[in-house]
């Protein structure tokens, strides 16, 4: 059982007051509550991200641009060392489901059970069943190969019983003919979306993943799409077409159009299951300093304008675009939950299994792969996102982190989240090449 304090220093257990979910929170965003980190305690690096830690950064902390040294500071992985390990809060359980992968990114769980893998750098969807005795998968197959920086997977129909997985190449969305259980496809692929505006690895942005989530009726999919740079302006660059977008189509390709826009790179996407709503996980521009703009995960309004490249943050315009687009400054929706800038935010999944306690029912897990643009590094951690009745609180927690040496060394970096058929929550990690299962064992 988690305990919360009070500034008046009375300690309860959250159970015995409000409905725990309510109480947890209500608590931690009461203003001056000791539990969250407010104002340029807010801003974090890897040395104080600790498991519980509740941040909430607003508008009114973003600093001035060019406060501080735009830096490269990339991280040059390193071997997990020998007493290194993921920590998270107490009650709960790290341990390694599967090692020795090549670059698993996405995570998700198929209607039977089955985790499905990206494999994106040698282009392939790994399938695996089970937990065997030692805790690893006790069965991993590939499911199909030969695709182009593969990210987002899908089921299609939404529900108990698929007849398609889809899958989001860099520059286009294919389909796999697919029943419950199939560890290989039932037929071909086919070509659903061909032309997606893909690839470019560039540092600071040629974003290439595309994530993939139907609606729940299944009329509609959704396809995140990155921006090709940093901050090209649409308007005198054709490579930024249908880019920075969330992009929204039919199950079979047809009606391509842009559902929001102005989203720099919204790596990951979910619907949150109990009102179907669209969610997204986004990694904001660089070079404005340490801790401008903020990274963030926020609903997605149809037809909403997010800012890139002209504005960031709600009306706040880019200084390298000085007075392009006035017309847009009050359009500018302003997130829900705003992050450590140049986190790295990618794959987020809501948690609807049972096996955590119950307060987490409905909250956002998200994984943040960690900075390159900043002098401390941040980021290397999964993060929680409290929801109450659909709605963002502002605030975030520390969940699970330790991926960074004291020294400052990385050895392992978040990329998806997925909860497992019995609740447990999977992380790929692209820095040791494993999967992480993080389980809930009870009270300490």
């Given at each position: 059982m988690r305990y919360l304090t009070w500034n008046k220093g009375l300690t309860f257990l959250a159970i015995l007051v409000l409905p725990v979910a309510a109480f947890r929170w209500k608590i931690a965003t009461v203003a001056g509550a000791d539990d969250v980190q407010r104002g340029a305690a807010a801003f974090s690096d890897y040395k104080t991200e600790k498991p519980g830690t509740i941040r909430?950064?607003?508008?009114?902390?973003?600093?001035?641009?060019?406060?501080?040294?735009?830096?490269?500071?990339?991280?040059?992985?390193?071997?997990?060392?020998?007493?290194?390990?993921?920590?998270?809060?107490?009650?709960?359980?790290?341990?390694?489901?599967?090692t020795d992968l090549d670059n698993p990114r996405e995570l998700r769980t198929?209607?039977?059970?089955?985790?499905?893998?990206?494999e994106s750098d040698p282009g392939r969807i790994l399938v695996m069943r089970g937990v065997g005795q030692?805790?690893?998968?006790?069965?991993t197959s590939v499911f199909a190969s030969g695709l182009v920086l593969p990210f987002g997977i899908a089921f299609y129909p939404p529900g108990p019983d698929p007849?398609?997985?889809?899958?989001?190449?860099?520059?286009?969305?294919?389909?796999?003919?697919?029943?419950?259980?199939?560890?290989?496809?039932?037929g071909s692929a086919e070509v659903v979306v061909k032309q997606l505006p893909g690839f470019g690895r560039l540092r600071g942005g040629g974003h290439w993943t595309r994530d993939l989530a139907f609606t729940p009726d299944g009329k509609k999919l959704f396809i995140s799409v990155g921006s090709h740079s940093n901050l090209d302006d649409p308007d005198t660059h054709p490579a930024e077409y249908h880019r920075a977008n969330i992009l929204e189509t039919n199950p079979d390709g047809s009606d391509l159009r842009v559902y929001a826009w102005g989203i720099r790179n919204p790596v990951g996407i979910a619907i949150d299951p109990s009102d179907g709503e669209l969610w997204t996980s986004v990694n904001e521009r660089d070079a404005l300093g340490n801790n401008l703009p903020p990274d963030y995960i926020t609903h997605v309004q149809e037809g909403g304008f997010y800012g890139w490249p002209w504005y960031y943050t709600g009306p706040h315009q880019?200084?390298?675009?000085?007075?392009?687009h006035p017309e847009l400054k009050d359009k500018v929706i302003v997130p829900d939950v705003l992050l450590q800038p140049h986190n790295a935010s990618l794959q987020l999944a809501f948690y609807e299994g049972t096996q955590f306690p119950s307060q987490y029912r409905g909250d956002i897990f998200a994984a943040e792969h960690g900075s390159w643009n900043k002098a401390v590094r941040t980021g290397y951690e999964v993060i929680l996102v409290p929801l109450q009745n659909g709605h963002a609180t502002?605030?975030?927690?520390?969940?699970?982190?330790?991926?960074?040496?004291?020294?400052?060394?990385?050895?392992?970096?978040?990329?998806?989240?997925?909860?497992?058929?019995?609740g447990s929550l999977m992380v790929s990690d692209d820095g040791s090449n494993t999967i992480w299962r993080v389980s809930y064992i009870g009270r300490n």
């Open positions: 909430q950064i607003t508008v009114e902390d973003l600093p001035q641009p060019f406060a501080t040294k735009s830096v490269d500071n990339g991280p040059q992985v390193v071997p997990r060392p020998t007493n290194a390990w993921p920590q998270t809060l107490p009650g709960f359980k790290v341990a390694q489901y599967a198929a209607p039977n059970g089955d985790l499905f893998v990206a030692d805790g690893r998968a006790a069965t007849n398609y997985v889809y899958v989001a190449n860099t520059d286009s969305v294919v389909r796999f003919p697919y029943r419950n259980g199939d560890l290989k496809p039932a880019d200084p390298r675009l000085p007075g392009k502002g605030a975030y927690e520390d969940f699970m982190t330790g991926f960074v040496t004291p020294e400052g060394d990385v050895w392992g970096r978040p990329v998806g989240v997925a909860v497992s058929s019995d």
